[in-house]
């Protein structure tokens, strides 16, 4: 296997997949370039830790693609202060990046995120990864108007949304189709009909 220049795939990753899908916000690029992938993915995988796909981690688990990544942290455009609560989908790598732009982040699994019995809110909540549903626990996890940015899953394709919490009601809105690894935990329950 390959050595890994990471500072030179850094750049690459900001030059060729970043700025030219659209993502050219400095504190975006900024946190990017900062942390380094390779520390979020096993040992076999770093000299991949940049490609212009999701990662495999094991478990049905992946690091999403940097692009990914990068359109998540412009959506939600994260502020001093907020509280931010970020579901993670394998790694720690999302709230890496979003951690020294808000006044506090926690991550959470996305079996913890199902669980009903928190009563913290946050004003931005950030999914890694995803979702064909957001449960009501989750939800209630979000402040009135506080944002949220997500994957979700529709007709087989994934696409970012984001939404806002009004009334007590979170309503998601698809702003960007792209390949993002599906968070199984928020699948929908299945049923038929005749």
């Known amino acids: 296997m390959t050595e890994l220049n990471a500072p030179v795939a850094r750049k690459a990753m900001i030059d060729s997949q970043l700025r030219t899908s659209g993502v050219n916000e400095e504190y975006v690029l900024a946190r990017m370039n900062a942390v380094p992938r390779e520390n ?3 040992a076999e995988a770093r000299p991949i830790a940049y490609m212009d796909r999701a990662v495999p981690l094991g478990d049905g688990r992946y690091l999403s693609s940097p692009v990914v990544h990068g359109m998540m942290l412009t959506e939600a455009a994260p502020t001093k202060d907020d509280s931010v609560l970020v ?5 720690q790598y999302l709230a890496e990046l979003i951690g020294p732009l808000v006044a506090d982040v926690q991550q959470i699994s996305a079996e913890e995120a199902l669980a009903k019995n928190s009563r913290k809110t946050f004003s931005l909540i950030v999914i890694d990864g995803a979702i064909e549903h957001l449960p009501d626990g989750l939800a209630k996890r979000l402040a009135e108007n506080g944002r949220i940015v997500t994957g979700i899953v529709e007709n ?3 696409r970012i949304a984001s939404g806002r919490k009004v009334a007590g009601a979170v309503t998601l809105q698809a702003v960007h189709d792209i390949g993002i ?7 929908q329950a299945k049923s038929w009909s005749f």
């Not at 579901?87 to 790694?91: H, K, L, M, R, S």
């Not at 690894?181 to 699948?187: A, K, S």
Request: net charge negative; proline share 11%.
């Open 87 to 91: 579901v993670e989908g394998g790694t």
């Open 181 to 187: 690894p599906v968070l199984h935990e928020f699948d």
């Open 156 to 158: 087989g394709i994934t």
């Open 40 to 42: 979020f993915v096993p």
